[in-house]
Nanobody
Framework: VQLQASGGGLVRSGGSLRLSCAIS???????????IGWFRQAPGTTYEGVSG????????FYADSVKGRFTISREIAKNTVALQANTLTPENTAVHYC????????????????????WGQGTQVTVSS
């Protein structure tokens, strides 16, 4: 399974970005058979879960810091998972990664990086004040 994240960039505080994760290489499975997570890593920090969507029932999870501002969505026809990020602040500045796993994840487990098997390269999000 291969993942490619895109959509990052430089925006001013209060602006928006739409991150996209293109996923390919499924074996006897479809996109909705995978849980997909978005993570970020700021310089000098570890991976932090931002949002995730579970396999099967598409339950969505968000870190408290982004609730009400970010929306994750699965686009089956395009084999992508998007993360709409609104009202960005400088604290959102980080490299953002998407990850996938065929495992059934529930609750807070969906935003735990150790639960994911496949990772894409990151896309840089920079928010200026």
């Amino acid at each position: 399974v291969q993942l490619q994240a895109s959509g990052g960039g430089l925006v001013r505080s209060g602006g928006s970005l739409r991150l996209s994760c293109a996923i390919s290489g499924f074996r006897n499975a479809d996109l909705d058979d995978y849980a997909i997570g978005w993570f970020r890593q700021a310089p000098g920090t570890t991976y932090e879960g931002v949002s995730g969507i579970s396999s099967g029932d598409d339950t969505m999870f968000y870190a408290d810091s982004v609730k009400g501002r970010f929306t994750i969505s699965r686009e089956i026809a395009k084999n992508t998972v998007a993360l709409q990020a609104n009202t960005l602040t400088p604290e959102n500045t980080a490299v953002h990664y998407c990850a996938a796993t065929p495992r059934w994840l529930v609750g807070g487990g969906i935003t735990k990086p150790d639960n994911y098997d496949y990772w894409g390269q990151g896309t840089q999000v920079t928010v200026s004040s």
